[in-house]
């Protein structure tokens, strides 16, 4: 059977990925990435710290397979906290999990799997890779796409509470044919009996936070300690250029926050819009902050457009539900379309209802049914 090296955080699903590839008849190795540290001692533990790596240790032990670990600290500091840092300063709103994807997990465990011979990647997202039937080929081909370069598709996974295909939305061909993800057919329910079935250490470990390297979950503190341009106060208005109060710095405010405005109202006022080059945070009732169109831009592809126009479904947040938009892709200057996997792309999102407030920096994921067609980073702006 063929070698499949397995990214191992010490949580259950990496865990009961890595027992199901077991079962399967794989010659199967454990990875564990040091990303992060924690900078003092707390009852939670990251999913990327030297711990969660000693417990995923021990479970490639309990399980019997071989467990090695890639100390990627300095690249995580460079691609991954700095730019998240930066984001926030700017009056973005960063997305670090797809960063981490696309430029720490996955190219490392594609490295480690070529110095160790393994065919195969795997990890414990709850999505499917799957490859395309001639139905479903045909399918895609009226709906004006195609696929790329290789034969497989990226789809949701069947539990629409885990599913995590908007967070893989930035794998390439070279990824999609190598990778395995063992836990997409699965509910979370079951891999939780799974591993207690497999006896597994991490059974009734929690789930580990949206942002992993934030250990009290407060995300402008953490801003704050590694950033020197945080905390100039300035005016939140309200969408006539009125003043309604002082601001304590852009980084603590995204839009859709209702709590900690520190501003009187009769009525809910939520984060619209955030100028960091004016240093004003803009505030709105929740019609204000409900958007219909806007751009996406730095596309990643998986299926290929054809056409100036395609139907798709759009998220543009990890757990929300995807909903219907049309999809228009821009022109280059010679008038052809542009339609390739670079990072200058534009299309714009026409959603069939506006809405709740989408914010530049995270992404957008377009969807043809449970496939994954691509995605890109929203620009409200542009």
Not at 108 to 137: C, D, F, N, W
Not at 253 to 259: E, L, W
Not at 304 to 310: D, Q
Request: with cysteine.
């Amino acid at each position: 059977m063929p070698k499949v090296l397995v990214g191992m955080s010490g949580g259950v699903d990496s865990s009961v990925a890595a027992c199901l590839l077991k079962e399967l008849g794989y010659v199967v190795e454990g990875l564990s990435l040091i990303l992060w540290e924690e900078r003092k001692k707390t009852d939670f533990k990251t999913c990327c710290s030297l711990q969660a790596v000693e417990e995923a240790s021990e479970i490639a032990n309990h399980i019997g397979i071989t467990h090695t670990v890639s100390d990627v600290r300095d690249d995580f500091i460079e691609k991954v906290i700095e730019p998240f840092v930066n984001a926030y300063t700017t009056g973005l709103t960063p997305n670090p999990c797809i960063l981490c994807n696309k430029f720490i997990k996955f190219p490392s465990l594609m490295k480690e799997a070529e110095k160790r011979g393994a065919e195969y990647i795997a990890t414990g997202h709850y999505a499917r890779v799957e490859p395309a039937q001639i139905s479903e080929l045909r399918a895609q081909s009226k709906d004006n796409l195609s696929l790329i370069t290789c034969d497989s598709l990226l789809k949701k996974g069947i539990d629409p509470k885990k599913d995590q295909s908007y967070v893989l939305y930035i794998l390439g061909p070279d990824v999609l044919k190598k990778i395995i993800l063992p836990l997409g057919t699965y509910r979370k329910a079951e891999v939780r009996a799974m591993a207690k079935s497999f006896n597994l250490p991490a059974a009734k470990r929690s789930e580990s936070q949206e942002v992993c390297f934030i250990e009290d979950r407060n995300y402008f503190k953490f801003v704050e300690k590694l950033s020197p341009l945080v905390g100039k106060p300035g005016p939140i208005m309200d969408m006539r250029g009125k003043v309604l109060g002082t601001h304590k710095g852009i980084h603590a405010y995204t839009v859709g926050q209702r709590k900690r405005l520190g501003i009187s109202s009769s009525k809910p006022l939520y984060v619209v819009k955030i100028d960091a080059m004016r240093n004003t945070v803009y505030v709105g009732t929740q019609e204000d902050a409900m958007k219909r169109e806007f751009s996406v831009e730095n596309l990643n592809w998986l299926l290929l457009p054809h056409a100036e126009t395609f139907r798709a479904t759009v998220k543009i947040r990890s757990m929300m539900k995807d909903e219907p938009a049309d999809v228009f892709l821009q022109r280059s200057k010679n008038g052809e379309h542009i339609i390739h996997q670079t990072a200058g792309e534009t299309v714009r999102l026409l959603f069939d209802k506006p809405q709740w407030a989408p914010a530049s920096g995270q992404s957008a994921v377009f969807y043809n049914g449970d496939t994954v067609v691509g995605g890109g980073i929203i620009n409200i702006s542009a």
